[in-house]
């Protein structure tokens, strides 16, 4: 198993390419202990990448939801789709439910980019069972949403 002081050392290196090979490394390897250094991380750095990277990673490993939950307000939409998307596949049963009303109401928003989000998180999920929303999606009007719900549906 990587250590933790040498996973943080790395973690502090000025490169950001340097810093994301290094989640992803953390993501595949499945480290038990990676709250332990991300939580410090996140508070450190601002890079939407290396955000969105380390929630992923936290979810995964079952964090408590109020420390990702505030991410979803987040203004980046690559960190809002990384906390909704952690949340809806790895989170409680409770948790899974209520991120699943906020993708509904996502799906008829008037904001494009908002409903390609749900789109791309649904077309992660394998035997997908939210059809009516798959449905909103393959009836959107933007072609890449339409496209993205198709995928979404082929799952």
Known sequence: ?????????VLNHPSEKVKLATLKLIEQKNTPT??????????NNTSPLLIAQSLIIMCRNKAASDIILPYMEHTNLQVRKAALAGLYFYGS??????I???LKEMTVSTDTAERLIVARILSKEENSTQIDMILQLMNDNDAT????GFLAAGK
């Open 93 to 98: 049963q409770e948790i899974k439910e209520y």
């Open 100 to 102: 699943t009303g906020i």
């Open 34 to 43: 990676a709250e332990n250094f991300l939580l410090p991380f996140l508070k």
């Open 1 to 9: 198993a990587m250590s933790d002081d040498l996973i943080i050392d």
């Open 145 to 148: 949403v339409i496209k993205t």
